[in-house]
T-cell receptor, first 112, second 112 residues
Framework: QQQVKQSPQSLIVQKGGISIINCAYE??????FPWYQQFPGKGPALLIA?????SEKKEGRFTISFNKSAKQFSLHIMDSQPGDSATYFC???????????FGAGTILRVKS | DGGITQSPKYLFRKEGQNVTLSCEQN?????MYWYRQDPGQGLRLIYY???????QKGDIAEGYSVSREKKESFPLTVTSAQKNPTAFYLC???????????FGQGTRLTVV
């Protein structure tokens, strides 16, 4: 119930291409869905987040698409750059909940 | 600067020893968390604390202990009972309003 399933485990994209990472959840009480970006040897940092009252949120080249009925959300990275190469984690939490539940992570490599 | 400070960055432990990882935050956050990260396994929750003098076990608490004597501090002790302690340890904090979690830069623990 508290799991967040993330796919793919790894992804290779050409520079300028679109990177897409998907997550699915079961707990309908979740109401906050962030994506974190982590570079090697560093702590994760918030990239973008969405709440279920909207179906899409865009910040620069990064977009979250949210499908409440399917209980899925995804991260799209447009015009992917080598500097985007990192590990990406989706997560979920709920009001009154006491922890973020993380997906297993996706290792993204953008080839130049 | 506000943030979370973890120390040390690298730590080496001999088998049978207890070691303590430090985590300090000046964000005035109520909640603090410890995660363990192993290659390809995402972030696994060890312990978390919502308020001073209170903490709960996460998914992989065996072999670890914590304390929360001050709001700013949440140290993690890796005991000799932890059979495979070599990993990257991340501390995080979060406010009560179900939003962004902030992470420290991590401590890499190696058993020698």
């Amino acid at each position: 119930q508290q799991q967040v399933k993330q796919s793919p485990q790894s992804l290779i994209v050409q520079k300028g291409g679109i990177s897409i990472i998907n997550c699915a959840y079961e707990n309908t009480a979740f109401d906050y869905f962030p994506w974190y970006q982590q570079f090697p040897g560093k702590g994760p940092a918030l990239l973008i987040a969405i709440r279920p009252d909207v179906s899409e949120k865009k910040e620069g080249r990064f977009t979250i698409s949210f499908n409440k009925s399917a209980k899925q959300f995804s991260l799209h990275i447009m015009d992917s750059q080598p500097g985007d190469s990192a590990t990406y984690f989706c997560a979920a939490s709920w009001e009154g909940g006491n922890k973020l539940v993380f997906g297993a992570g996706t290792i993204l490599r953008v080839k130049s | 600067d506000g943030g979370i400070t973890q120390s040390p960055k690298y730590l080496f432990r001999k088998e049978g020893q207890n070691v303590t990882l430090s985590c300090e935050q000046n964000l005035n956050h109520d909640a603090m968390y410890w995660y363990r990260q192993d290659p390809g396994q995402g972030l696994r929750l060890i312990y978390y604390s919502q308020i001073v003098n209170d903490f709960q076990k996460g998914d992989i608490a065996e072999g670890y202990s914590v304390s929360r004597e001050k709001k700013e501090s949440f140290p993690l002790t890796v005991t000799s009972a932890q059979k495979n302690p070599t990993a990257f340890y991340l501390c995080a904090s979060r406010s009560r309003d179900n939003t962004e979690a902030f992470f420290g830069q991590g401590t890499r623990l190696t058993v020698v």
